[in-house]
């Protein structure tokens, strides 16, 4: 641990640094300590989940195979308990339908309930602010076609949107027991591999199966409704049924949360700037924050230029209050409690360097039209120091300041994931 006194005494010069510019350094951190990350359960355990079926597949895959990974509910929890004690502010857990605490007995999916997800909310209670939910429409064999709420038999539509239904009510009663409206994220898998002769059909049909699965109404201070959309994934390259047009559309048109994900779409595209585009019709968004390379590969995030682009859209838009922010990404090649810890303090010092830039200024040279002002302060603005009011931050918050997490992440493997 850093020396208590020299990070109080570091923060103290740049707050008075950062005033020269007419910023408040502890507003931005009492700002910063309402923002909450929606940690993803599945980095924990590689998307494998609690059903046992020993069924894959969906376009989900995590590479790697570093020891420790979670088996059973209660590793999970305990290496979840020891990622948000690294992590700085109050935060939220995005759990999959798979991972339902059956107690061995095997539950389809159109059949599980809020019963199957209880002993998470209680242990979720005084641990974190709110839980988030995903029905899982992947790694089953009614989804091992490709196809799930757009597929052409009835049938198999109608176990998908049952199945939407049913973890619709939890959410909705996991958001009214925390205190805090449940993100319920829809994404589907579907599409096809090579080109398909009929585009427009599984997509009307994709849009009849939502309505129908959103057909019950719950208050939004207990759930909140989004869907997904991707360019394309591992088995389908050619076409994918619920792209980001049609979602847009339809989050446009149903007034529901869109959820934008950094790796979903082509390599070369970002989604920073369609933040202010969207949140011109969108009353709310959701954010999946990844890195791909190459392709949708959700590596772990980095604190790199299009995280520090997507924090500025953030605070610059004030969108902070509108957007809900979760992590998604799946790294099964390296310490998995790491992984959790790495991107969520990349994602939380992204939004506070955003929150101290002086970026009001940046904005007052444009207006005026000096855009000589406006690039060469820009890049001034670079050199403020951002990493002593991180530091001070995360001291405060009784957590680990600088690299020194990662000595208690390696002494948790020794000591009990080298151990499963």
């Known amino acids: 641990m850093k020396d208590v006194s020299g990070i109080e005494t570091a923060y103290e010069l740049a707050k008075q640094r950062y005033a020269e510019f007419g910023v408040d350094t502890d507003a931005a951190l009492k700002q910063l300590g309402a923002t ?21 597949g969906g ?78 429409f992947f790694a089953h064999p009614k989804a091992a076609d490709g196809f799930t709420l757009s ?24 958001g009214k027991q925390m205190g805090s409206p449940c993100v319920h994220n829809t994404w589907i898998p579907d599409g096809s591999k090579d080109i398909p002769a009929d ?12 309505d129908e699965m959103r057909s019950e109404r719950f208050d939004a201070s207990a759930m909140l409704d989004a869907v997904e959309g991707k360019l394309f994934g591992i088995g389908s390259e050619s076409y ?30 970002t989604i920073s700037d369609k933040l202010s585009a ?82 009001r200024h940046l904005q007052q040279y444009e207006n005026n039209g000096d855009l000589t002002a406006r690039l060469a302060m820009m890049e001034e603005f670079k050199n403020l120091p951002a990493a002593a009011v991180w530091e001070y931050y995360c001291l405060r918050n009784n957590v680990p300041v600088g690299p020194a997490w990662l000595a208690e992440v390696k002494a948790y493997e020794a000591s009990t994931l080298a151990k499963r």
């Open 36 to 56: 909450a990350i929606s940690l993803h359960c599945w980095q924990g355990d590689d998307v494998g989940g609690f059903e046992h079926s020993g069924v894959t």
């Open 59 to 136: 376009g989900i895959q995590a590479t790697g195979n570093y020891p420790g990974r979670a088996q059973t509910i209660d590793q999970l929890r305990q290496d979840l308990e020891k990622a948000v004690g690294l992590i700085p502010g109050s935060h939220r857990l995005n759990l999959h339908a798979i991972y339902l605490d059956n107690r061995g007995q095997r539950i389809e999916r159109d059949q599980i309930g809020i019963e199957h997800f209880q002993s998470w909310i209680d242990w979720a209670k005084g641990r974190l602010v709110g839980l988030d939910f995903n029905p899982t």
């Open 151 to 174: 597929h052409r038999d009835a049938g198999i539509r109608r176990f998908w949107i049952d199945h939407g239904r049913a973890c619709r009510r939890i959410a909705a009663e996991m």
């Open 199 to 210: 585009r427009l059909g599984p997509r009307q049909r994709l849009i009849e199966s939502l």
């Open 240 to 269: 994918v049924v619920g792209s980001h047009e049609l979602y847009m559309g339809y989050a446009m048109s149903r007034r529901t949360l869109l959820c934008l994900d950094s790796g979903h779409f082509h390599p070369t595209e």
């Open 278 to 359: 969207v949140s011109c019709f969108l009353d709310r968004l959701l954010l999946h924050v990844s890195r791909g390379v190459r392709w949708d590969s959700d590596h772990v995030v980095l604190l790199d230029d299009e995280l520090h682009a997507l924090a500025r859209e953030l605070v610059r838009c004030d969108l902070l209050g509108r957007v809900h922010i979760g992590l998604d990404y799946f790294d099964a090649s390296i310490n998995r409690i790491a992984a959790w810890v790495i991107g969520s303090r990349n994602m939380l010092r992204a939004l506070l360097t955003a929150m101290i830039e002086p970026w």
